[in-house]
């Protein structure tokens, strides 16, 4: 069996967002410390935008070197087809990188459009794919992005046991589907947490209210009703007055513009564009509820015992802990649903003893010690539906 691979084997990671980096983050500290790996990053998407706070800065103060960036939003990407635009010229630019770099594996993360743009290339280029958390459930396209990406990709590096059986299932080679856990809970565990004082002097908003972590991200099978989701959501958040909104920016997809134009419509909310990843953590560490959609709710909420109030379809269907309170885009209920993750004293009482479903903080390891050492051959590359 003839083995293709360099030495040090080349890993080529792609990254495209602030919330997809810290994911991945302590995956490309363990790469970066093994002699027989050398690490190349990879950064695109909302990364390069200074109106999303340029979230590179934060990868190449880390300590790590970027081998390649690719611009993929230009003019108007707020719409669907501003969207596809972009993916096009992702795609484009990805493709000249791997032409550069040739590297002997591509890791990609999670159900992004940038996630999507490179494993089409990255396929089409006959460079193996090694996927990080596929087989998931979602309520958006973000779910059909996620399951292109893993019928592109070879290696797969679910969290999850139900989603390693959906990898499964979808005729992928049980013998390269590793349950692995979220690296982000490498992060968590390892967190060095700052203060509410010490966050509210460097950010500059209030310490001494309770303090409400807002997201909320357009929903893209749901284009065209942005400005009405999240006109009712704040709403509801202004009547709280007693709380200290702290509010980040929704992502690129289409109709992000005009949530974020509505956020900053409220002069009593504290608007971020960025926020380097540890400092969100020690965000959520001292918030009293997070409020939104975001997966963030989903996946590091339940490590920091911090209620979620999930509102619509966008996290429909994945794997959730109990501090996590779904309801519809719908006044009373979202009202109702925040009193009770502030001011309910039993549902509070039950969240002391919770676990995170998403990992033990030890996932970079599994991931990097199975980079090392897994066989890349054509057999690997040339896949085939396991149960044919």
Not at 169 to 186: A, H, K, L, N, T
Not at 247 to 260: V, Y
Not at 369 to 382: F, K
Request: charged share 25%; aromatic share 6%; hydrophobic share 40%.
């Amino acid at each position: 069996m003839r083995i293709i691979s360099n030495n040090p084997r080349k890993i080529l990671c792609v990254t495209g967002t602030r919330a997809d980096y810290p994911r991945v983050k302590s995956v490309l500290k363990e790469i970066d410390s093994r002699e027989s790996l050398q690490l190349d990053i990879l950064v695109t998407g909302s990364h390069l935008l200074r109106e999303y706070g340029y979230s590179i800065q934060e990868i190449i103060d880390d300590g790590f070197s970027i081998s390649g960036e690719v611009s993929m939003f230009e003019g108007d990407y707020d719409s669907p087809y501003g969207m596809v635009k972009a993916v096009g010229r992702c795609t484009s630019g990805i493709a000249d990188v791997l032409k550069e770099l040739k590297p002997d594996l591509v890791l990609l993360t999670v159900d992004r459009v940038e996630t999507l743009a490179a494993a089409v290339a990255v396929s089409l280029m006959n460079f193996p794919i090694a996927h990080i958390q596929g087989g998931e459930v979602t309520g958006t396209i973000d779910e059909s992005i996620r399951h292109a990406v893993t019928k592109m990709s070879h290696i797969h590096f679910p969290a999850t046991e139900d989603a390693k059986e959906r990898i499964i299932r979808m005729g992928e080679d049980p013998s390269m589907v590793f349950q692995v856990g979220c690296p982000y809970i490498d992060i968590i565990n390892s967190l060095k947490k700052k203060t509410k004082k010490e966050l509210s002097l460097e950010y500059g908003f209030l310490a001494t209210k309770p303090l409400i972590i807002f997201t909320q991200h357009p929903v893209t099978t749901e284009y065209g009703s942005s400005s009405e989701q999240i006109k009712i959501t704040l709403d509801v958040l202004k009547s709280f007055q007693e709380c200290q909104v702290v509010a980040f920016s929704s992502n690129t997809d289409a109709g992000g513009k005009e949530i974020i134009s509505w956020v900053k419509k409220e002069k009593n909310f504290f608007h971020i564009s960025n926020m380097q990843s540890s400092d969100f953590l020690s965000l959520m560490a001292c918030a009293d509820v997070m409020i939104g959609n975001s997966s963030a709710a989903i996946r590091e909420a339940p490590s920091f015992h911090l209620p979620a109030v999930n509102i619509g379809s966008r996290q429909q269907g994945r794997l959730r802990a109990e501090n996590v309170i779904d309801v519809d885009h719908e006044t009373t209920a979202i009202e109702n649903a925040i009193k009770m993750a502030l001011y309910d004293h039993n549902f509070a009482s039950k969240l002391k003893d919770i676990s995170n479903p998403y990992g033990d903080g030890k996932s970079a390891k599994r991931i990097v010690d199975i980079l090392t050492t897994i066989e890349i051959t054509p057999e690997l590359i040339q896949k085939r539906i396991a149960y044919a």
